[in-house]
T-cell receptor
């Protein structure tokens, strides 16, 4: 298995632009998580899905952030409009059905908003 | 915040020595996990300990859990340069599958 795949690996954009981050979870995993990591705030859980349904989005910082999971093999995290304070590394992780709890992380997308 | 806190924030040891990291959390939990993150990479799961367990081993890793003190420790024995990484604890205070990560301990093992 290729593991969790994220794209792009690096994104540099200007303030006000729309940014879309993509994630392909490991096949067969029922849970998908989006995290944001910064030096100041550490690793923050933004949202997670179970069987493609958003379960908890209380970590999404603002309405500028949205996430979708149209099918079991694809999820997006969108920021519109982007701001410099959104600069961070965004991780996607997937997890098997309940009982395992182990999360498999992707390599992350480093976002820089200028 | 539901995040745990690791202590120390940074740790530097010689190869072959043991490394101990601690994690404190605020609310009751069901499970606690430890993850490793190498520079520029995603997190990698190391070990999970359930709330009804007190100690768990995996290779050179030993994890303890004291639910009365709301704390856990990760011991890496006979450290190697390849153990250089950041280590995070993660707790699940709810019945769902979401885990909240601590602030991490940066470990440097000097060859």
């Amino acid at each position: 298995d290729a593991g969790v795949i994220q794209s792009p690996r690096h994104e540099v954009t200007e303030m006000g632009q729309e940014v879309t981050l993509r994630c392909k979870p490991i096949s067969g995993h029922d849970y998908l998580f989006w995290y944001r990591q910064t030096m100041m705030r550490g690793l923050e859980l933004l949202i997670y899905f179970n069987n493609n349904v958003p379960i908890d989005d209380s970590g999404m910082p603002e309405d500028r952030f949205s996430a979708k999971m149209p099918n079991a093999s694809f999820s997006t995290l969108k920021i519109q409009p982007s701001e410099p304070r959104d600069s961070a590394v965004y991780f996607c992780a997937s997890s098997p059905p309940p009982g395992s709890y182990e999360q498999y992380f992707g390599p992350g997308t480093r976002l820089t908003v200028t | 915040s539901q995040q745990g806190e690791e202590d120390p924030q940074a740790l530097s040891i010689q190869e072959g020595e043991n490394a101990t990291m601690n994690c404190s959390y605020k609310t009751s939990i069901n499970n606690l996990q430890w993850y490793r993150q190498n520079s520029g990479r995603g997190l990698v799961h190391l070990i999970l300990i359930r709330s009804n367990e007190r100690e768990k081993h995996s290779g050179r890793l030993r994890v303890t859990l004291d639910t009365s003190k709301k704390s856990s420790s990760l011991l890496i024995t006979a450290s190697r340069a390849a153990d250089t990484a950041s280590y995070f604890c993660a707790t699940d205070p709810n019945t769902g599958n979401q885990f909240y990560f601590g602030t991490g301990t940066s470990l440097t093992v000097i060859p």
